[in-house]
């Protein structure tokens, strides 16, 4: 069984800044893929950014130079560091690991940036 817990989302004016966190626990080791998605009310979900077991890291072209996604193949943890936030940055947040063949989901944390 894998579990995703996602952490750090919250209310923050526009401009602002929000670090989110990501822990996979259970039977997964050095997913090849981790990262994150939103969905805002009424849109598909979306990518936002991802990083691979490569190094690779792709972004949203929304998201480009502002946000920062990270990860911690020790501790099995993604983060995604975001700066001048948006109004149309509002949405649930969903981390997600890619292993063994298998997407996993966390249970989304809301973002909100509103002044």
């Known amino acids: 069984q894998v579990q995703l817990v996602e952490s750090g989302g919250g209310l923050v004016q526009p401009g602002g800044s929000l670090r989110l966190s990501c822990v996979a626990s259970?039977?997964?080791?050095?997913?090849?893929?981790m990262g994150w998605y939103r969905q805002a009310p009424g849109k598909q979900r979306e990518l936002v950014a991802y990083?691979?077991?490569?190094?690779?890291?792709n972004y949203a072209d929304s998201v480009k130079g502002r946000f920062t996604v990270s990860r911690d193949n020790a501790k099995n943890t993604v983060n995604l560091q975001m700066n001048s936030l948006k109004p149309e940055d509002t949405a649930v947040y969903y981390c997600?690991?890619?292993?063994?063949?298998?997407?996993?989901w966390g249970q989304g944390t809301q973002v909100t940036v509103s002044s």
């Open positions: 259970g039977s997964i080791y050095r997913p090849y893929g």
């Open positions: 997600n690991a890619g292993y063994g063949g298998f997407d996993y």
């Open positions: 990083t691979f077991s490569s190094g690779t890291t």
